[in-house]
């Protein structure tokens, strides 16, 4: 089994900073592909980053709704993976999800029925 624990989310402005953490534990494969979505009331679950952890290369992909805002990265030593999010907006708000795939590399956003691991959320809200 592997056990994702999000952290990091917060309340902000228009305009501001987050960085949101995934601390991944339990067994782990030397690839992963790890994922952050973000749901929001009455909106459908959605894929805004992806990165191939450990020997994926650390290869990212982006949604366009957050592509130029949102960085995925990854620390190996610490089984953990970032989303810093930068210029949030009021449409950035929601619940957001760390998801994980051992052993599989993601070439694109895939959807959540890829992802047999996940976290339990940490609440983002952007206000105006």
């Known amino acids: 089994q592997m056990q994702l624990v999000e952290s990091g989310g917060g309340s902000v402005q228009t305009g501001g900073s987050l960085r949101l953490s995934c601390a991944a534990s339990?067994?782990?494969?030397?690839?992963?592909?790890v994922a952050w979505f973000r749901q929001a009331p009455g909106i459908e679950r959605e894929g805004i980053a992806v990165?191939?952890?450990?020997?994926?290369?650390?290869?990212?992909h982006y949604a366009n709704s957050v592509k130029g805002r949102f960085t995925i990265s990854q620390d190996n030593a610490r089984n953990t993976v970032y989303l810093q999010m930068n210029s949030l907006k009021p449409e950035d708000t929601g619940m957001y999800y760390c998801a994980a795939a051992r052993g599989r590399l993601c070439a694109s956003i895939y959807s959540s029925n890829v992802f047999p691991y996940w976290g339990q959320g940490t609440q983002v809200t952007v206000s105006s």
């Open positions: 339990g067994v782990t494969y030397s690839t992963n592909c």
């Open positions: 990165i191939n952890t450990g020997g994926g290369g650390g290869a990212t």
